[in-house]
């Protein structure tokens, strides 16, 4: 029986029109060093300092001179990042937040996980009208979806693949066993981090920029369009 959901956002939950490649390709960049694409994909949905850390050195560059120079770049991708989701906010991917009701409603808690740092992605939520942990105010224009925690990458000792932001979404939902524990992704690292984290079903999903191609040889249980599809897909499983 399945009792928690863990979500990644941008791609997966939110539809940010490719924003974080994009900000995350100009930051490093802007270091002196080239991004080639697939490697950019490789690293998305990690952390970001850690992205931008590897992406340097795979560019040709290095990351610790000047010393401020990942911090530096860090900073010009969150206001790069803060600049394009002003220009075009991020909006639910569709179908998605009527899934997650749904989930909620079934007794299945929903946690979202993220690479982005917690001041970053609480601002994405407060766009959507998303709350954590709590029901959206009674005068509150639309229904806000509400989830049941939140993780971010800085907040763990490593960030995807690793599976620690899952098992910390277990420890604040309070779900013992990984058996009760579905994950979904838009990456390879998503899925490759419920893997590891021992969850009973990893989904990769198609709402982001990977194709079905790109997911060949990880450690899925099966590749959907949408987490809008999950309800459906665990109601077959019984």
């Known amino acids: 029986m399945i009792t928690l959901a863990v979500f990644d956002m941008a791609g997966t939950t939110i539809d940010d029109g490719g924003a974080v490649y994009d900000a995350l390709r100009i930051a490093v960049e802007e ?29 040709g560059g290095d990351p610790l001179q000047p010393a401020d120079k990942v911090d530096a770049a860090f900073d010009s991708f969150r206001a790069t990042l803060d600049k394009l989701y002003t220009e075009q906010p991020p909006t639910p991917i569709a179908g998605v937040p009527e899934a997650i009701a749904a989930l909620c409603a079934s007794g299945v ?5 993220t690479g982005f740092s917690r001041d970053v992605a609480e601002g994405i939520l407060e766009q959507l009208g998303w709350s954590i942990g709590e029901a959206a105010a009674p005068d509150a224009p639309t229904p806000a979806t509400v989830v049941d925690a ?73 590749l959907l369009d949408s987490v809008a599809e999950i309800p459906a897909y665990l109601a077959t499983r019984g």
Request: with cysteine.
């Open 31 to 59: 270091t002196g060093v080239r991004v080639c694409p697939a490697e950019l994909q490789t690293w998305m949905g990690t952390e970001k300092r850690a992205a931008i850390t590897a992406l340097i050195e795979l560019g």
């Open 109 to 113: 808690q929903v946690a979202l996980t």
């Open 150 to 222: 939140l993780v971010c990458g800085d907040e763990v000792v490593a960030g995807r693949p690793a599976p620690y932001m899952i098992h910390r979404a277990m420890e604040l939902t309070g779900t013992l066993a990984v058996s009760e524990l579905i994950v979904a992704g838009d990456t390879a690292v998503d899925v490759q981090a419920g893997a590891n984290a021992g969850a009973a079903i990893t989904i990769g999903v198609l709402s982001g920029k990977l194709d079905r191609q790109a997911f060949e040889g990880q450690p899925y249980t099966a």
